[in-house]
């Protein structure tokens, strides 16, 4: 399903980001420097908003479908400083301790094991360094949401490349030994009820 996803997905999010998304990462980006890596950077939905103080971005993305439309727009952008890998969020491209950020929009809920992923990207941050996040998550606080977001996931995951419904990922960041410094939780405007409850912000690699 991957190339169909990737033929579709710009197209099914144009509504979402113009509501809500793209101002939530420039506002989640700009304050970014030095090394950066996004995981999962899709079709590269962020690419227009990382400050010019990010010296290093490395834009990684597995799925070949989406790379090619990465790929595109960084070319269609001129952007020429940027690095496109194909690298999954379970082998990040960088040494140990050797970034200062590491962003993750809409990804932590496709990983096959979020806990792996999140110790792989406590691996290549500095001490200190950030872990921007932008992701939607279980409804907790609507449990007849929570409970229509079990009942659909098995199919949803199937569709979507295993995006899961109900992952508590702010409870995962913390549990991988992060310190979310800035959270804000928001409903996602222009997309279906199960998949509109969110979180983001910013948490910092401890140590």
């Given amino acids: 399903m991957s190339w169909l996803m990737s033929a579709v997905y710009d197209r099914m999010t144009r509504e979402s980001n113009k509501a809500c998304l793209d101002q939530w990462r420039a506002e ?40 090619r439309k990465l790929q595109a727009k960084c070319d269609a952008a001129g952007a020429t400083h940027v690095e496109i890998s194909d690298a999954s969020l379970e082998a990040l491209p960088a040494a140990p301790a050797s970034l200062d950020a590491v962003v993750c929009s809409l990804v932590l809920c496709s990983v096959p094991d979020q806990q792996a992923a999140l110790k792989e990207i406590q691996r290549v941050l500095k001490p200190g360094g950030k872990l921007a996040f932008l992701e939607h998550v279980a409804a907790d606080g609507k449990p007849s949401r929570l409970k229509w977001q079990r009942r659909i996931e098995p199919v949803w995951k199937q569709l979507t490349g295993n995006c899961h419904l109900t992952r508590r990922t702010e409870a995962a960041i913390t549990a991988a030994g992060f310190n979310i410094e800035r959270i804000e939780r928001e409903s996602i405007r222009k997309v279906p009820p199960i998949v509109r409850p969110s979180i983001r912000g910013i948490a910092r690699k401890t140590g």
Avoid: F, I, N, Q
């Fill in 28 to 67: 989640l980006l700009r304050d970014l420097s030095g090394a950066v890596l996004e995981a999962g950077a899709g079709t590269g939905a962020t690419l227009p908003y990382y400050p010019k103080t990010v010296t290093r971005l490395v834009l990684c993305e597995p799925d070949p479908h989406m790379r």
